[in-house]
């Protein structure tokens, strides 16, 4: 079992990697991981797929282009 420390940032509390957690779970800066809390509340963390990278990506870029018009519609 590896035992993770939880850290207050200035971005919120984080889960800092150790150096073996990173090379488990293929961490590198910007990647994104996904995570699912079973019926046990246990919970399984594991690096997303590429479809399911390139999806993210994808939508962060709709967002990113639609953002004015969504706000836009939002305040009507």
Request: proline share 3%; charged share 30%.
């Amino acid at each position: 079992m590896i035992v993770l420390k939880i850290e207050e940032t200035e971005k919120g509390l984080a889960i800092l990697l150790s150096p073996e957690a990173q090379e488990l779970l293929g961490a590198t800066a910007g990647k994104h991981v996904g995570f699912e809390v079973t019926a046990e509340r246990s919970l399984l963390i594991g690096p997303l797929s590429a479809d399911l990278e390139e999806q993210l990506k994808i939508g962060v870029e709709l967002m990113r282009r639609y953002d004015w018009t969504f706000r836009t519609l939002a305040k009507t």
